[in-house]
C-alpha cells in the first residue's frame, strides 16, 4: 500500500495562469474525491469519481475547473484562469470499492499559491 | 449554521492530560470520521463510526446518534499528539458516493 499520492506538493503562479494537480489513489481503490480547504477552515467538497465517471459535480466547481479520470486510475484538476481565491490545499482522497461506506484515505495535498 | 459544529476550536494541555474533543451535527448521517491533520496538510484517519464507541491505543471515540453528537478522547496526551482534529460526517449521495462534509477542525497542542 504506497498511498495517495498528488503532485505537485505546491504550485506557485501568476494569477491568469492555469495550473494542473494530479493524484494517484491506491491502487484498487475506484473511490476517488477531490477536497478544497482553504486556511483554517475544514475541508470541502469538489467531485466525485467512481472509476472514470464522475458522478457529482461540488458549486464550488466553477466552469473554471475540471476534472477527469480517464481510465479509472489517476486523476487530474484543472484550474483555467486562476484568481487569487483559488489559493487553498487541493486534496484527494481514495477508498475501496468494497462494501458501502468506507474509509477515505488522503494524500499530502497540493498547496496553490496565487500571486 | 455548520451542518458539522466542533468545539473547541483550540485547546492547549500539558502533556499526560486526558482530552476530549467534541463534534455536533445536524443531518442524518451514514458515518462519522474523526480525522488528524499535521501541519503540511496531510489527512489521516483515526476512526469512522457509526455507533456505539471505537479504541485505538490510547484514543477513544464515542457516538450518541440520537444526540447527534460524538466525542474523541486522547488519554496521557503527549506532545506528538499536537495536531489538528477534524470531524466529518458522510452521508449517501447516491449509489457509492459518500463524500465527507467536515467541520473546522480543533487546533490541539498538548506542552511537554
Known amino acids: 500500500d504506497t498511498g495517495v499520492s498528488q503532485n505537485p506538493r505546491h504550485k506557485i503562479t501568476k494569477r491568469g495562469q492555469n495550473v494542473t494537480f494530479r493524484c494517484d489513489p491506491i491502487?484498487?481503490?475506484?473511490?476517488l474525491y477531490w477536497y478544497r480547504q482553504t486556511l483554517g477552515q475544514g475541508p470541502e467538497f469538489l467531485t466525485y469519481f467512481q472509476n472514470e465517471a464522475q458522478l457529482e459535480k461540488s458549486r464550488l466547481l466553477s466552469d473554471r475547473f475540471s476534472a477527469e479520470r480517464p481510465k479509472g486510475s489517476f486523476s487530474t484538476l484543472e484550474i483555467q484562469r486562476t484568481e487569487q481565491g483559488d489559493s487553498a490545499m487541493y486534496l484527494c482522497?481514495?477508498?475501496?470499492?468494497?462494501?458501502?461506506?468506507?474509509?477515505?484515505?488522503f494524500g499530502d495535498g497540493t498547496r496553490l499559491s496565487i500571486l | 449554521k455548520n451542518e458539522v459544529e466542533q468545539s473547541p476550536q483550540n485547546l492547549t494541555a500539558q502533556e499526560g492530560e486526558f482530552i476530549t474533543i467534541n463534534c455536533s451535527y445536524s443531518?442524518?448521517?451514514?458515518?462519522l470520521h474523526w480525522l488528524q491533520q499535521h501541519p503540511g496538510g496531510g489527512i489521516v484517519s483515526l476512526f469512522m463510526l457509526s455507533s456505539g464507541k471505537k479504541k485505538h491505543g490510547r484514543l477513544i471515540a464515542t457516538i450518541n446518534i440520537q444526540e447527534k453528537h460524538s466525542s474523541l478522547h486522547i488519554t496521557a496526551s503527549h506532545p506528538r499528539d499536537s495536531a489538528v482534529y477534524i470531524c466529518a460526517v458522510s452521508k449517501n449521495s447516491g449509489g457509492s458516493n459518500y463524500k465527507l462534509t467536515f467541520g473546522k477542525g480543533t487546533l490541539l497542542t498538548v506542552n511537554p
Open positions: 443531518v442524518g448521517i451514514s458515518a
Open positions: 482522497a481514495s477508498s475501496s470499492p468494497q462494501g458501502g461506506n468506507q474509509p477515505q484515505h
Open positions: 491502487s484498487e481503490h475506484n473511490r
